[in-house]
């Protein structure tokens, strides 16, 4: 049975840094692509990170480049994202995805999903 489970939300002010986990037991960790996703109140959800099984392979959402920097090791089956110089604007609910494909991880339609942590950034 897969579980993914996140970690690492929280309360901040802007311009502070927080870092989430992700970590997923049950399946090939290696051989799967992982993102990182949000959605706010009255927002639609929102890709904001991805990286496929290779870690040189990294995609962001332009709202989050250069502040945000998506990670994995594979020893520890485990995704990160390093939140740094946080805004208002990421307040939301953030959630952790994984499949096969890096192309459905980025498009939303990935296999697996955990359930979100809230980070919340006051200004």
């Known amino acids: 049975q897969v579980q993914v489970v996140v970690s690492g939300g929280g309360s901040m002010e802007a311009g502070g840094s927080l870092r989430l986990s992700c970590k997923i037991s049950?399946?090939?960790?290696?051989?799967?692509?992982v993102g990182w996703f949000r959605r706010a109140p009255g927002k639609e959800r929102e890709g904001v990170s991805a990286i496929n099984w290779g870690p040189a392979n990294t995609h962001y959402a332009d709202s989050v480049k250069g502040r945000f920097t998506i990670s994995r090791d594979n020893a520890k089956n485990t995704v990160y994202m390093q939140m740094n110089s946080l805004k208002s604007d990421d307040t939301a609910m953030y959630y952790c995805?994984?499949?096969?494909?890096?192309?459905?991880?980025?498009?939303?339609?990935?296999?697996?999903w955990g359930q979100g942590t809230q980070v919340t950034v006051s200004s």
């Open positions: 995805a994984a499949d096969r494909l890096m192309t459905n991880v980025r498009r939303g339609r990935a296999s697996y």
């Open positions: 049950g399946l090939r960790f290696g051989d799967y692509a």
